[in-house]
């Protein structure tokens, strides 16, 4: 199940960013998120503008967050690469799991196409997991951004969806 985050979320939604951390660092990746992102005040601004999402188990306790920005995002206005094409767009941002459920990653593109038809993402150079899971779910490389807002470690790959029967494109 996958719902608006409330305020109420905002412990289990931590523990979740605590676990990807950990995760992260574990598999090559210190850098991307290091000890503290995302911020409090980035995910209660996220809440706030009402694109932070969390996926459920059968209970309703979050195991994955993420958000779905719609519109343009002020980072991807230059890419060394191309984009497939200009139409309008969402972002996945800030997607994280406790690894207790499987299939978030399938879960969060399936939604977040129900919402917009075109989908864009960015990861860390050093984020193995995520390039591996934005290929097998039908994006493809377009090049690399900086990110606006960013302390440390700006740079990124960025991918676009071409869709699920063009895995690996």
Known sequence: MIRHAVKADMPAIARIFD???AYMKATGNPTQWGDKYPLPQQLEEDLALDRLYVICDGAGAPHAVFVLALGQEPSYSHIEGKWLHERPYGTIHRLASDGVLHGC???????????????????????KTMQHLL????????????????DGDARRIAFQYVGADKEGA
């Open 105 to 127: 990653f399938d879960a969060c593109v399936k939604f977040c196409l129900t919402q917009v038809p075109d989908l864009r993402a960015d990861t860390h150079e050093n984020n």
């Open 135 to 150: 290929k097998r779910h039908g994006f493809v490389f377009c090049g690399r951004v900086n990110l606006d807002h960013h």
């Open 19 to 21: 676990h990807a951390r």
